[in-house]
């Protein structure tokens, strides 16, 4: 499986942005979906946005749309969330992911499938 590590997170005023990134290590990037999750305290985990083998394809939930950003370099083994206009609902902690399985379908994963980080936190402050 592949190993992934997270870094970015951060403490930001609201409207404003940060840049996370996952590093992936010990398998072929290429071959895997990835994908963002989030889990703020005291709440399940919930699906971000996911990126396609290619980088073709992506797909956000509705909270994030138009606000985030996920793309991929397969040359250096990295995927990248942009965070722009971002909200105190905001606040999580963030994990990278790795599914042999299809973007589009990312959203259905559970924590026991795929790869995971170890997630880097985010806090947004009013």
């Known amino acids: 499986q592949v190993q992934l590590v997270e870094s970015g997170g951060g403490l930001v005023q609201a409207g404003g942005s940060l840049r996370l990134s996952c590093a992936a290590s010990?398998?072929?990037?290429?071959?895997?979906?990835m994908g963002w999750f989030r889990q703020a305290p005291g709440k399940e985990r919930e699906f971000v946005a996911a990126?396609?083998?290619?980088?073709?394809?992506?797909y956000y939930a509705d909270s994030v749309k138009g606000r985030f950003t996920i793309a991929r370099d397969n040359a250096k083994n990295t995927v990248s969330l942009q965070m722009n206009s971002l909200k105190p609902e905001d606040t999580a902690v963030y994990y990278c992911?790795?599914?042999?399985?299809?973007?589009?379908?990312?959203?259905?994963?559970?924590?026991?499938?795929?790869?995971w980080g170890q997630g880097t936190q985010v806090t947004v402050s009013s």
């Open positions: 992911a790795a599914s042999a399985g299809t973007a589009q379908t990312m959203g259905f994963m559970h924590e026991n499938q795929g790869s």
């Open positions: 990126i396609s083998l290619s980088g073709s394809s992506t």
């Open positions: 010990g398998g072929t990037f290429s071959r895997y979906a």
